[in-house]
């Protein structure tokens, strides 16, 4: 018997520590996957914090390494095919993504800012059938570079938000925003002013260092 054991749970979420065989401290990864799948790729930066469940084969997710230890889950849920991206310096106070359609590509942009609260769903749950056919199939939802979304956001399938966008607490948000620098806000969501864009500091710190630098 070793003096000292080291040994990684099953599902590789936590280290356990031994001495003389007797486990002493553990600890626990901030990432967490669950992979129930064949030949998918998941790739997360270290230190992200993000947690993945994946039944379905052939899919692909990537997070690169972020500064801000996002707390967001991504849920593949029963579908192949599937691409993930989430460009660096991801932060997220607490949200999740579901993905319930083979082929669907998620792409979150460089310097992207969640509150909490956030839901995105990529995909319906249920079909809406006209003459015959399903119709609300979920492709895409694609953010752009430093994209900020407020407390409470709900971004549903096949939507677009162009760079240096922000929505507003408790919006809405479904379809195309290919202007950047909107505000969006409302349920449904729209856009209620343009040309703005937003940094992560506080308004008066923001304020204070732009005024000095400006002199």
Not at 42 to 64: A, C, D, F, P, W
Not at 81 to 108: H, M
Not at 173 to 196: E, L, M, R, T, Y
């Amino acid at each position: 018997m070793k003096l000292i054991e080291k040994r990684t749970s099953p599902n590789s979420n936590s280290v356990y520590f031994y001495v003389l065989g007797i486990r002493v401290f553990s600890i626990k990864s901030k990432n967490k996957i669950i992979n129930a799948g064949k030949n998918n790729v998941i790739e997360l930066g270290e230190k992200s914090g993000i947690r993945v469940y994946v039944s379905g084969n052939n899919n692909r997710i990537v997070v690169k390494d972020t500064k801000y230890n996002p707390h967001f889950e991504i849920q593949i849920l029963d579908c192949d095919n599937c691409d993930v991206f989430i460009d660096k310096d991801f932060s997220c106070g607490g949200g999740i993504i579901k993905i319930c359609e083979d082929n669907t590509k998620i792409t979150f942009g460089v310097d992207c800012m969640f509150s909490t609260g956030i839901t995105m769903w990529a995909s319906d749950t249920h079909t809406i059938i006209q003459d015959g056919k399903g119709v609300n199939i979920g492709k895409y939802i694609t953010l752009g570079n430093h994209v900020w979304l407020g407390e409470g956001v709900t971004v549903l399938k096949n939507t677009i938000i162009a760079d240096n966008c922000i929505v507003g607490t408790r919006a809405v948000v479904s379809g195309k925003f290919d202007v950047a620098g909107c505000v969006i806000a409302g349920n449904p969501g729209h856009v209620i002013k343009q040309g703005v864009n937003w940094d992560r500091r506080c308004p008066k710190k923001y304020n204070c260092e732009v005024l000095e630098i400006r002199g």
